[in-house]
């Protein structure tokens, strides 16, 4: 059974941090590439960050780059978003999800365009 756990969300203050994680079972990182993706109320989902499966670059979306870094550790088999001066407008609920490396790519990200599976989320809320 694949399972993807986030954790790490919470109450911060503007310009603070937080460290996103997300935690995967039933698959390795060898064959699912890890992204994030975040829902505000209201609003469309979103991708945030994920890593290339056709070269070895990195997406984040233009709102988060400077701020936001993306990083695995294959040994632990998670990924983790580390949140750098947050701001009023990141707050949502943020999730993982894990697509096969082989699936097709999205040209404007270079991951995969379907992730076929899901974590629950976590909430991330900005707030002085």
């Known amino acids: 059974q694949v399972q993807l756990a986030e954790s790490g969300g919470g109450l911060v203050q503007p310009g603070g941090s937080l460290r996103l994680s997300c935690t995967v079972s039933g698959v390795t990182l060898d064959d699912y590439a890890i992204g994030w993706f975040r829902q505000a109320p209201g609003k469309e989902r979103e991708g945030v960050s994920c890593k290339s499966t056709i070269d070895d670059s990195t997406y984040y979306v233009d709102s988060v780059k400077g701020r936001f870094t993306l990083s695995s550790d294959n040994a632990k088999n998670s990924v983790y978003l580390q949140m750098n001066s947050l701001k009023p407008e990141d707050p949502a609920v943020y999730y993982c999800?894990?697509?096969?490396?082989?699936?097709?790519?999205?040209?404007?990200?270079?991951?995969?365009?379907?992730?076929?599976?899901w974590g629950q989320g976590t909430q991330v809320t900005v707030s002085s």
């Open positions: 999800a894990a697509g096969h490396v082989d699936a097709v790519v999205d040209v404007t990200t270079g991951c995969p365009y379907e992730n076929e599976f």
